[in-house]
């Protein structure tokens, strides 16, 4: 592998947005350290914990430095840490990738976007209001609306029940795909090819 120093201006920060410890680990609101485990695991990349507020990961991918960011604030402050690594690497905040969990995206989809409003989404909002700037490319990992009488509070840090099991896995590998075409190709090209794909999983049958 080449030396990371040689990738100053082929590097992205990907932030995987959810809670530290292992309680939260396998909640729905976890689902962007999900995605950005995945890639670490696919990419050979080793964890450690830097003096960020957050466990970081740096690997190449397609003649591009990542790194992959868990922030250990807790997601409401997950602002904090990403801050921090932006800050510290001198990175342009357009070369900053957040994958989050989306509670008005049905289950089964991945969307991706740049900018706009957070949704109610406070690691996204955190993230926005540390660095004054939106406009960072979202892999957005669509959870779904709670059912009736469920506060979406208490359902983003439920986990995903058996029969949703292997719906959830396809999406963090729908998300770590979004990822690498927004790094390879650019956001637009890889719009086209996730938004193009039959992504409502929920209505594909998995159990083959």
Request: glycine share 10%; net charge positive; hydrophobic share 40%.
């Amino acid at each position: 592998m080449k030396s990371l120093d040689c990738f100053h201006n082929r590097s992205f920060i990907v932030v995987g947005l959810g809670n530290p410890g292992f309680k939260y680990a396998n909640h729905r609101h976890n689902a962007g350290f999900m995605a950005v485990e995945a890639i670490s695991e696919q990419l050979g990349g080793i964890w450690s914990l830097s003096k960020h507020d957050a466990l970081t990961c740096s690997t190449v991918y397609s003649g591009t430095e990542l790194i992959l960011v868990k922030p250990q604030t807790f997601m409401n402050l997950s602002g904090k840490a990403v801050q921090k690594i932006v800050s510290y690497r001198k990175l342009d905040m357009k070369q900053l990738i957040v994958i989050h969990d989306e509670l008005d995206i049905k289950f089964g989809r991945v969307r991706i976007k740049i900018g706009g409003g957070d949704g109610g989404h406070r690691g996204v909002r955190s993230i926005a209001d540390c660095l004054r700037f939106r406009d960072f490319s979202r892999v957005r990992i669509g959870i779904g609306r709670p059912p009736t009488g469920v506060d979406p509070e208490a359902f983003v840090l439920t986990s995903f029940s058996p029969s949703e099991k292997l719906i959830s896995n396809r999406l963090v590998e729908l998300a770590v795909e979004a990822t690498k075409l927004i790094v390879s190709e650019g956001i637009e090209y890889a719009k086209s090819i996730i938004h193009s794909k039959e992504n409502d999983l929920s209505t594909q049958d998995y159990s083959g």
